[in-house]
């Protein structure tokens, strides 16, 4: 029996280079299906970040604006409101919006820019050689912290989503991951509200994403699936972080 892949119209047919178990993939394609089903891939403009989605451009079809390391709530602000009907998201990890980006991102949200932001949190800076992130665990073994990250030293990993979620401009931030079919059905649907959220024009959303990175974290994909509900989901825990919309997750 054949099996039917049916590609998302805004998904261009192109072999991901993302490495096998790695969420980027499926996070693409849950926006892309998104998209699709919104009806809005003419209107739509993605803002990949630096880092191992840089090339994201290769694999949406909708207008691309890159932006520099960490800037890409300012491109976005720049973007939708020199063209209030335009579609914007931005796709971000957490070395982009956790850190260099913590500024932009923190401010847009307040203002309450009508953004839909991807957060990509995998705990490490990935393209780079797996360095610690803002986000990366206590006691976290990365190429910068060998014996595990130590809280006297390098602090605490920093839960950035509950950090927006203070800024009255942020009115819809829920936290998903893509480790699992279950997770994954949640993750569109929060990706879907987040999207809405701009087309109703509310205000700033955010859906972060907890994506497994099994090469930095030296595991295999089975294993770090595992490992984001074992360990990673206890630090950052899923659910609704807030939501002022008074609307339910579309199914």
């Not at 119209?9 to 192109?14: P, T, V």
């Not at 009508?114 to 990365?142: C, D, E, H, R, W």
């Not at 030293?153 to 009115?171: D, F, H, N, Q, W």
């Not at 994506?211 to 994909?221: G, H, I, L, Q, V």
Request: hydrophobic fraction near 40%.
């Amino acid at each position: 029996m054949k099996t039917v892949y049916n590609r998302p119209k805004s998904l261009k047919k192109r072999v991901f280079h993302y490495c096998p178990g790695c969420g980027h993939s499926i996070a693409h394609r849950l926006i892309c299906e998104v998209i699709d089903e919104m009806g809005i891939q003419d209107k739509t403009v993605g803002i990949p970040p630096p880092g191992c989605a840089v090339f994201a451009y290769h694999y949406f079809d909708v207008d691309m604006a890159e932006s520099a390391h960490g800037r890409g709530a300012a491109v976005g602000t720049g973007l939708k409101r020199a063209n209030p009907e335009a579609i914007v998201f931005t796709y971000q990890g957490d070395g982009d919006l956790a850190a260099i980006g913590t500024a932009e991102t923190i401010h847009a949200a307040n203002r309450g820019e009508k953004l839909t932001a991807i957060f990509i949190n995998n705990a490490v800076y990935g393209m780079t050689g797996g360095q610690m992130a803002p986000t990366t665990l206590s006691q976290m073994v990365t190429t910068t912290t060998p014996y595990g990250r130590d809280e006297k030293l390098e602090g605490y990993p920093i839960r950035i989503s509950e950090m927006i979620a203070l800024t009255k401009g942020a009115v819809y931030i829920e936290r998903v991951a893509v480790n699992s079919p279950a997770h994954i059905i949640k993750a569109k649907k929060a990706i879907r509200k987040a999207f809405q959220v701009q087309v109703d024009g509310l205000g700033y959303a955010l859906v972060e994403i907890l994506s497994p990175c099994p090469t930095n974290w030296k595991m295999t994909p089975v294993e770090s699936w595992k490992w984001v509900d074992e360990v990673m989901s206890k630090e950052f825990p899923l659910g609704v972080i807030k939501d002022t919309t008074g609307a339910k997750n579309v199914d």
